[in-house]
């Protein structure tokens, strides 16, 4: 099982991107989603979940009130929202079927993310 995101680029402070996690071959539609980000020279971190429903849980207080997460089964694809970017933000993110902390960490199949560069 693997997923690919995709939408990332080089926004300026204060901008918004909206990121796409697509799933080839399988359905997305019960599969809780989780977003992942890895910042240079830090261990990867859990962004938010997005369960069946479309409902979110944030794993990273700092995207509170910014960052969103839905799902578009007819699409089968995951999003996640990202408002009020901050430089701090800037990192290669990732969607897994997997959520929170434990869970990445026993989790192998990571596609190749895509970069968010917040820079002025």
């Known amino acids: 099982v693997q997923l690919q995101a995709s939408g990332g680029g080089l926004v300026q402070p204060g901008g918004s991107l909206r990121l796409s996690c697509a799933a080839s071959g399988f359905t997305l539609d019960y599969i809780t989603i989780g977003w992942f980000r890895q910042a240079p020279g830090k261990e990867r971190e859990g962004v938010l979940c997005?369960?069946?429903?479309?409902?979110?849980?944030y794993n990273a207080d700092s995207v509170k009130g910014r960052f969103t997460g839905s799902r578009d089964n007819a699409k089968n694809t995951v999003y996640l929202q990202m408002n009020s970017l901050k430089p701090e933000d800037t990192a290669v993110y990732y969607c897994?079927?997997?959520?929170?902390?434990?869970?990445?960490?026993?989790?192998?199949?990571w596609g190749q993310g895509t970069l968010v560069t917040v820079s002025s």
């Open positions: 897994a079927p997997v959520c929170g902390a434990q869970a990445m960490g026993a989790f192998s199949g």
């Open positions: 997005i369960s069946s429903s479309g409902g979110s849980t």
